[in-house]
Nanobody, 124 residues
Framework: QVQLVESGGGSVQAGGSLRLSCAAS???????MAWFRQAPGKEREGVAR????????DYADTVKGRFVISRDNDKRSLYLEKNSLKPEDTGMYLC??????????????????WGQGTQVTVSS
């Protein structure tokens, strides 16, 4: 089981940027990893995913072209570079790890390890 700790959240104005980080304990390099977010009163939403080899990435349509997911397996870290932020990007961002090296779909049930999250607030 991989344990995950997110950091880098905060408050930013619309149009700004933030970089989220996720530190993993355990061998996270073997698994697909992703970022999810959850806004108050809304369902958890998959934002971006990356496979173990870091040669496949995929994004939700709502963030495509603005967010970039990356990982450094030597450092057991996952990142999310967020640009051109909008108020609707506000929410708790959670780092997750899957069951295998390849990524299936960006669904809650495809991931077994979850961090506690880091809050991102974007003001207009």
């Amino acid at each position: 089981q991989v344990q995950l700790v997110e950091s880098g959240g905060g408050s930013v104005q619309a149009g700004g940027s933030l970089r989220l980080s996720c530190a993993a304990s355990g061998d996270s390099s073997r698994f697909c990893m992703a970022w999810f977010r959850q806004a108050p009163g809304k369902e958890r939403e998959g934002v971006a995913r990356i496979n173990a080899a870091a040669d496949f990435t995929d994004y939700a349509d709502t963030v495509k072209g603005r967010f970039v997911i990356s990982r450094d397996n030597d450092k057991r870290s996952l990142y999310l570079e967020k640009n051109s932020l909008k108020p609707e990007d506000t929410g708790m961002y959670l780092c997750v790890a899957g069951f295998r090296a390849g990524c299936t779909l960006l669904r809650v049930g495809d991931f077994r390890s979850w961090g506690q999250g880091t809050q991102v607030t974007v003001s207009s």
